[in-house]
């Protein structure tokens, strides 16, 4: 795996599901896990976090072991992105875990618990300290530094200015992306070229071509990495048009993952488009629903096929 940071955060991050064996264990799954990643890569994308997808909230701790053993031993081409927390005692226990590997940062996973932007900052930079490798910082909901939204962001771009945090991921949901004062905030207080897009395409052409935030994540792209490609590189080339004709073919499956659950669909998705196995969900959160799979299918399928075709267009 890519052991050293790249010199710019331009580009898609791939954000898959663990795959996992069937049985009272549900044992990390490496070979159904391998040919996903294999699926990424070959549709052009060398990113990938493993984290609320892959249902890192709840992963025990043997399992995350061998989940940093997995992802050390990706290709040189990859860079692979581990997940810790959400909460501080967890972090700390698996910062631990996470020293050992050569990896160029780990997304912090956004915190529900008790938490305010001093307590926040300074539990960031002892993680940092104990894993001994930089953050990524995940901004998902307004409160996630706090209830004090302007001092929440002070303590982000601290802990950027002083290189304690090396990117952002931005998933804050609007009902219109174009307008959103607290991006504008965060913007205002660090450069948008550490800022990723981090709600897949639904906002990407709008974060990239209003905001200019040099990226984004992908939960859809798993299925579609080809497309998910192609969209981030019409907005490179200023073809924003052609962007949002590649977004809508997204749409359905985001749709889906919107009503349903983002990761529980993705998990159901990668399966039923027929890429690999994923297997069982573990605790706390449950599978889809027979009659649901039976909605995903169709659309999962859809979706990887016109990943195909775009892929062989771009072939020839």
């Known amino acids: 795996m890519l052991t050293s940071l790249p010199s710019t955060l331009s580009g898609v991050y791939a954000v898959p599901p663990l795959a996992r064996q069937a049985g009272p264990r549900r044992a990390i799954d490496v070979p159904a896990n391998d040919a996903m990643r294999d699926h990424i890569a070959g549709g052009g994308l060398t990113r990938l976090i493993y984290g609320g997808n892959a249902f890192l909230y709840h992963v025990s701790f043997d399992d995350y072991a061998e989940l940093l053993a997995w992802m050390a031993s990706a290709p040189d081409s990859q860079w692979m992105i581990p997940s810790l927390g959400p909460s501080f005692g967890r972090a700390v226990d698996q910062a631990g875990l996470l020293r050992a590997f050569p990896f160029p940062c780990a997304m912090l996973l956004p915190s529900a618990d008790p938490r305010d932007a001093e307590g926040l900052e300074a539990g960031a930079r002892e993680i940092v300290q104990r894993a001994g490798v930089p953050l990524i910082l995940y901004l998902k909901e307004l409160d996630n530094w706090g209830r004090d939204h302007e001092r929440g962001l002070d303590a982000v771009a601290r802990l950027i200015r002083d290189g304690v945090a090396v990117a952002i991921k931005y998933a804050v949901v609007r009902p219109d992306p174009t307008v959103d004062p ?15 897009s981090g709600i897949g395409e639904r906002p990407a052409v709008v974060h990239l071509e209003q ?13 579609a990495p080809a497309l998910s490609q192609g969209l981030f590189d019409s907005c490179v080339r200023g073809a924003f048009d052609a962007a949002r004709q590649m977004r809508q073919t997204f749409m359905p499956l985001e749709d889906l993952r919107d009503a349903w659950g983002p990761a529980r669909v993705l998990h159901a998705a990668v399966d039923l488009a027929g890429i690999t196995p994923t297997g069982p969900i573990p605790p706390f959160v449950s599978a889809l629903a027979a009659s649901q799979q039976d909605e995903v299918a169709p659309v999962a399928v859809a979706l990887h096929a016109a990943n195909l075709a775009h892929a062989s267009l771009q072939s020839t």
């Open 211 to 223: 905001w200019g935030l040099p990226g984004f994540t992908t939960g859809s792209g798993c299925v």
């Open 182 to 196: 607290y991006l504008e905030s965060l913007l205002a207080r660090v450069d948008r070229g550490v800022v990723i």
